[in-house]
């Protein structure tokens, strides 16, 4: 461990008991991401990634194993997630979904009305604030949920495939927007994809995971300048030969997941 280390993973397992039968979701996984640092995690349906995000989020505990997450002396919140799917609450509108955890917080109303137009405006919402959620389309719902997240401005993000719904435009400007953010901020995110190239446009290091049970197998960091595009990606020789290496594990894990 390093002095930057924000989150430590220790030999984290966790089995789910249904009935009489157990279901090994994630198994040892040892881990230290940095403060500040973005890291993508990859791996086959099914693995333990959600599972994982959810452990860090506070929501699920460890079967055996430990975890450490080391918090500044900021007043943010530590961590918000954006989840895969029913991450709004049906019964608020958009305006009070995103506001929900600046509300909880106690922030002066006006604060709390600033922060929330400025997130519902970056994530393309602002004619629809006043709706609820069982208006909206599935990839509005997610935009409300990732503006949530953006507007509890926490120490750590942990996004589960944030951006799977949504049209390519969209989901172009919001992993543009995350990106602004989480250099000014200078966030630790911890996000969940299955596109590889998504994972290479992001992250500083990605995370390669086996199927069930889900461990990590491998690491690739991702040295490559900032702003990127997909095209300085994809004319990169070296990147062009990462992708196919993870394409090849993720192609294997997931026959082995399906045989
Ligand atoms: N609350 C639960 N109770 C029982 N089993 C669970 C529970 N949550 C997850 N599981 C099981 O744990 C395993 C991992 O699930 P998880 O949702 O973490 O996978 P995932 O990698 O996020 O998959 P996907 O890419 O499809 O979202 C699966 O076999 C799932 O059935
Ligand atoms: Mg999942």
């Given at each position: 461990m390093s002095s930057n280390t924000k989150i430590e993973l220790?030999?984290?397992?966790?089995?789910?008991?249904?009935?009489?039968?157990?279901?090994?979701?994630?198994?040892?996984?040892?881990?230290?991401?940095?403060?500040?640092?973005?890291?993508?995690?990859?791996?086959?349906?099914?693995?333990?990634?959600?599972?994982?995000?959810?452990?860090?989020?506070?929501?699920?505990?460890?079967?055996?194993?430990?975890?450490?997450?080391?918090?500044?002396?900021?007043?943010?919140?530590?961590?918000?997630?954006?989840?895969?799917?029913?991450?709004?609450?049906?019964?608020?509108?958009?305006?009070?979904?995103?506001?929900?955890?600046?509300?909880?917080?106690?922030?002066?109303?006006?604060?709390?009305?600033?922060?929330?137009?400025?997130?519902?405006?970056?994530?393309?919402?602002?004619?629809?604030?006043?709706?609820?959620?069982?208006?909206?389309?599935?990839?509005?719902?997610?935009?409300?949920?990732?503006?949530?997240?953006?507007?509890?401005d926490p120490e750590i993000l942990l996004m589960d495939e944030p951006f799977a719904a949504l049209d390519e435009q969209n989901k172009f400007i919001l992993q543009e927007e995350l990106l602004n953010i989480w250099a000014e901020t200078k966030k630790t995110v911890l996000f969940i994809t299955h596109s590889i190239d998504e994972a290479m446009l992001l992250s500083d290091r990605i995370l390669l995971m086996s199927s069930q049970p889900g461990q990590i197998v491998k690491e690739k960091k991702i040295d490559l300048p900032r702003p990127r595009t997909m095209e300085s990606i994809r004319s990169n020789e070296e990147m062009a030969q990462e992708f196919v290496d993870i394409w090849q594990h993720l192609q294997k894990e997931v026959q082995g997941s399906r045989a």
């Open positions: 220790d030999q984290l397992t966790k089995i789910f008991y249904k009935r009489n039968e157990s279901v090994e979701a994630i198994k040892n996984i040892s881990l230290d991401i940095e403060d500040g640092e973005f890291v993508c995690i990859l791996g086959p349906s099914g693995c333990g990634k959600t599972t994982l995000l959810r452990i860090l989020a506070g929501l699920e505990t460890p079967s055996t194993g430990d975890i450490q997450i080391h918090q500044s002396e900021s007043e943010k919140p530590l961590q918000s997630m954006v989840f895969q799917e029913r991450g709004v609450i049906p019964w608020m509108t958009v305006e009070e979904n995103v506001a929900f955890g600046l509300k909880m917080r106690h922030l002066p109303k006006k604060e709390i009305k600033e922060r929330s137009d400025y997130y519902i405006k970056k994530v393309g919402l602002e004619k629809f604030a006043k709706l609820y959620p069982k208006e909206l389309s599935g990839g509005m719902k997610q935009r409300v949920s990732i503006a949530r997240a953006f507007a509890n």
